[in-house]
């Protein structure tokens, strides 16, 4: 029998404690004890350390400095710390010896790809190299830097020809998220490329000689139904609730929980709430778990157009977030560009009607018979919020159809599919193996005529 397939995974993404990318890494490394497999995860930290958890998952962390830009709470593995032949990076590496290395990164990672791809590490072999998206670089682009056609525009060149030609295979936690892979490569959606130059980038990467359609797959995240679930309703946990946020005991109790950042739409929040504090037959309150970047902008916006409306609770430990989840009347969720959306599944997870938008990676598991999924406005959120309210029926209904949705989609599923992903395509990258590191037919072959699905 062989030895199942050991990996490491690379990410800035990680916070033990919070985020949807994190959870689904703690899902992983959790997994790894089930199916008795070897995985390794490295990440920024403020020092060096090697965290043990459980005989079969580590962690290491990489001494690293906090962004300087966008969410400065995270800390950034810059390429320095992994290109030159004493790195920490390099050592664990020599040290694991994987058979895959999965990089969850489209910024400062991304040169992990063509470096080992390249040959540029020959002691270490050459590991089958994967890309994880969970999440599209347009849609950061848009939120941080430029949106409209110059921001779609920059994420499709760098996508099409430079992360796609950079890895052996490409994996992602939507359908939605992974439309951008094929968008930056589309003849339709980039009327005006140069097919000369996207052949040129193909093979100054030395990309895999295989079709662009049998290198990408698509994994969605689960959740842990067993944590988050309608059992944790309680009167007790409901007054604390109230209690902390300091709001009447008759409030209609709306919550999110999520990053307050730019991508993430919160303004949408704001204008659900100044619609709703105009309502004069119930008292609606908005608790807001979480922290970023726009915290203070949402305090004073929440406080001028909807005053006393919005409740800050900051992070939220695991247990709290589980029971607010399940004692809240209302969950909303405004982002109609989530890559997936870890926080609406666990709130369906947890009996709580759920308001979301009718589009991103949420679709992936939410539709018209769980959800309330409206056009992403202030107006449309609030109409679904009062139907929610009174009409008993159809919210019973929709949450008994979250719940099935729930159990459907849990993490030990996600997870078993995300093992059987890696073991189909490590098996593809040894029975097609000089497709994928022949780097000198690499240099000479007609790309876009075979490899781009023209």
């Not at 990258?429 to 075979?450: H, K, L, M």
Request: charged share 25%; proline share 5%; hydrophobic share 40%.
């Amino acid at each position: 029998m062989a030895q199942p397939l050991k990996s490491v995974h690379l990410t800035n993404y990680y916070h033990k404690n919070s985020g949807g990318i994190s959870t689904s890494f703690n899902n992983l490394l959790a997994a790894a004890e089930r199916h008795k497999r070897y995985v390794r995860l490295i990440v920024p930290g403020e020092t060096e350390a090697v965290e043990e958890i459980n005989p079969f998952a580590k962690i290491y962390y990489v001494p690293a400095k906090y962004s300087p830009i966008f969410d400065k709470r995270y800390r950034i593995i810059m390429p320095w710390q992994y290109m030159p032949g004493d790195s920490i990076i390099r050592k664990i590496l020599l040290e694991e010896m994987p058979d895959m290395i999965e990089v969850t990164d489209k910024y400062t990672l991304s040169m992990m790809g063509a470096m080992i791809r390249g040959n540029r590490f020959k002691s270490l072999g050459r590991p089958m190299m994967v890309h994880f998206s969970c999440e599209r670089m347009d849609d950061n682009v848009a939120s941080f830097l430029s949106g409209g056609r110059l921001g779609k525009w920059f994420a499709r060149r760098v996508i099409g020809s430079y992360t796609m030609p950079s890895f052996d295979y490409h994996i992602a936690n939507s359908t939605y998220t992974a439309e951008e892979f094929y968008d930056s490569l589309s003849e339709e959606k980039n009327p005006r490329r140069s097919d000369g130059f996207l052949n040129w980038s193909w093979r100054f990467f030395q990309a895999p000689r295989v079709n662009v359609a049998e290198r990408i797959f698509v994994c969605p995240r689960g959740v842990d139904s067993v944590h988050f679930t309608p059992n944790r309703f309680s009167d007790d946990v409901r007054r604390q609730m109230i209690t902390r946020a300091s709001i009447p005991e008759n409030s209609i109790v709306l919550l999110y929980a999520g990053r307050i950042s730019p991508e993430k739409n919160i303004g949408l929040l704001v204008d659900t709430m100044k619609i709703l504090a105009s309502d004069k037959t119930h008292d609606y309150r908005l608790l807001v778990a979480g922290a970023g970047p726009l915290a203070d902008w949402l305090k004073q916006q929440g406080e001028r157009r909807a005053a006393g409306k919005i409740v800050q609770l900051g992070h939220l430990d695991k247990e709290t977030l589980a029971d607010y989840y399940a004692n809240a009347d209302i969950f909303i969720h405004p982002n109609p560009k989530e890559p997936f959306g870890i926080a609406p599944l666990e709130a369906m997870a947890s009996g709580v009607p759920t308001v979301a938008p009718n589009a991103g990676g949420i679709l992936s598991y939410a539709n018209e018979e769980n959800a309330w999924l409206v056009e992403p406005t202030g107006e449309r959120f609030a109409d679904a919020v009062r139907e929610i309210v009174e009409n008993d029926e159809l919210r019973k209904s929709k949450i008994a159809k979250a719940l099935e949705t729930a159990c459907a989609n849990t993490r030990e599923a996600s997870t078993d599919r995300l093992f059987e992903t890696y073991d189909q395509i490590f098996a593809d990258f040894q029975r097609r193996r000089e497709f994928f590191t022949d780097i000198g037919a690499a240099r000479g072959f007609n790309f876009v005529d075979n490899s781009l699905g023209k």
